[in-house]
């Protein structure tokens, strides 16, 4: 045994396959995405603030909208409203609020917008947060998988 078996198994099962020649792509190959710019996925990183925007967007709107409720309460209030502006911006618009401002969309893998009901189903999802912490080689998390969705750049 020597550094190089314990290095594969510290990085994963992946970079291992790596190491050994197999040959990934980029994430969105295998969904007809362009690598880089417009349409390509969206990283990781430009989600992860995308998603703060939002929940501290909706803390903000939470405590001006219900200023007298106690904390406990005030925590589910504050992921409600959550929920209902990522369920109406991204059904009228294809992008919440922080998902604006990162220039990412959510669009079917198709191509095309997702309906009303893959908005609520992604959004009901999302909630739960697990769902969004399991993704695949594409960076589409459970909840994206689930309703056949992908985040990419706008530009």
């Known amino acids: 045994m ?27 190959e295998r969904l007809g995405l362009p690598q880089v710019g417009p349409g390509a996925v969206a990283s990781m990183g430009r989600r992860a603030v995308a998603l703060t925007i939002d929940w501290f967007s909706s803390m903000a709107i939470a405590g001006m909208v219900f200023p007298q409720v106690s904390y406990n309460t005030k925590s589910l209030l504050i992921l409600e409203v959550f ?11 294809g992008s919440s609020f922080g998902q604006r401002i990162m220039n990412v969309r959510i669009v079917n893998v198709s191509g095309a917008r ?31 998988k689930a309703v056949e969705s992908v985040a990419v750049r706008i530009r």
Request: proline share 6%.
């Open 2 to 28: 020597d550094r190089k078996d314990i290095g594969s198994w510290l990085q994963g099962p992946k970079a291992a396959l790596e190491n050994q020649g197999v040959d990934f792509g980029y994430p969105g």
């Open 83 to 93: 929920a209902v502006q990522v369920i109406l911006l991204t059904a009228l618009t």
């Open 114 to 144: 997702l309906s009303l009901p893959r908005v609520l189903a992604r959004t009901w999802l999302l909630s739960w947060v697990v769902p969004a912490l399991i993704w695949d080689r594409d960076g589409r998390g459970l909840h994206d």
